[in-house]
């Protein structure tokens, strides 16, 4: 069964620092592209970061360009999107989600194959 399960979202006070991790399991993870996106409330999804399947990254939001960072374990077929200098407008639901070849297919309204259910990042003193 094909999951994508995302972890290590929470409460954090600015400027903080948090790790998110997406596991797979029931895909061939080495040929997948898998980005970050994330949900604020009353606000549409936006696409965060994306990691391709031979390591091509694409930043979606300028917002957090010089504070996130994203990476792949193919053997643990785990993402990792490390943030810092977290801030309150980061506070989202964020999502994984996973789609076939070295790019996501985010269309920025939509796309990519599989989703996760998301972790609760919540930016706030």
């Known amino acids: 069964q094909l999951q994508l399960v995302e972890s290590g979202g929470g409460l954090v006070q600015p400027g903080g620092s948090l790790r998110l991790s997406c596991a797979a399991s029931g895909f061939s993870f080495q040929h997948y592209a898998i980005g970050w996106f994330r949900q604020a409330p009353g606000k549409e999804r936006e696409g965060v970061f994306c990691?391709?399947?031979?390591?091509?990254?694409?930043i979606y939001a300028d917002s957090v360009k010089g504070r996130a960072t994203i990476s792949r374990d193919n053997a643990k077929k785990t993402v990792y999107l490390q943030m810092n200098s977290l801030k309150p407008e980061d506070t989202a639901v964020y999502y994984c989600?996973?789609?076939?070849?070295?790019?996501?297919?985010?269309?920025?309204?939509?796309?990519?194959?599989?989703w996760g259910k998301g972790t609760l990042v919540t930016v706030s003193s």
């Open positions: 990691i391709g399947s031979l390591g091509t990254e694409t």
């Open positions: 989600a996973a789609s076939v070849g070295d790019e996501c297919t985010w269309t920025g309204t939509g796309g990519m194959d599989y």
